[in-house]
């Protein structure tokens, strides 16, 4: 069973920036694709941003041009680092990690933005 930590989520006002962190308990150098989901009260859960073993990336329509994200495959951990946020973008956020024949799920960290 893989572990996923993630870490950095916090209240920040618009226009602030957070990092995300997500640290797997096991190597992620085989998975498919590790990512970003986010759900807002009374909202669907929703794709915000991918990465894939080969390194192609996605971003949900919302976030392109303020939100990235990357990996350390040494470390285990892939980031979402996110600038200009907007209070729409306040939701938990949650670490996904993909292999072949398993999904993971972290537990979520919230993100509020608010003045």
């Known amino acids: 069973q893989v572990r996923l930590v993630e870490s950095g989520g916090g209240l920040v006002q618009p226009g602030g920036s957070l990092r995300l962190s997500c640290a797997a308990s096991?190597?992620?150098?085989?998975?498919?694709?590790m990512g970003w989901y986010r759900q807002a009260p009374g909202k669907e859960r929703e794709l915000v941003a991918s990465?894939?073993?080969?390194?192609?990336?996605y971003y949900t329509y919302s976030v392109k041009g303020r939100f990235t994200i990357s990996r350390d495959i040494a470390k285990n951990t892939v980031y979402l680092q996110m600038s200009s946020l907007k209070p729409e973008d306040t939701a938990v956020y949650y670490c996904?990690?993909?292999?072949?024949?398993?999904?993971?799920w972290g537990h979520g960290t919230q993100v509020t933005v608010s003045s």
């Open positions: 990465i894939t073993g080969g390194g192609s990336t």
């Open positions: 096991e190597s992620i150098f085989n998975m498919n694709t």
């Open positions: 996904h990690l993909g292999f072949i024949s398993n999904n993971y």
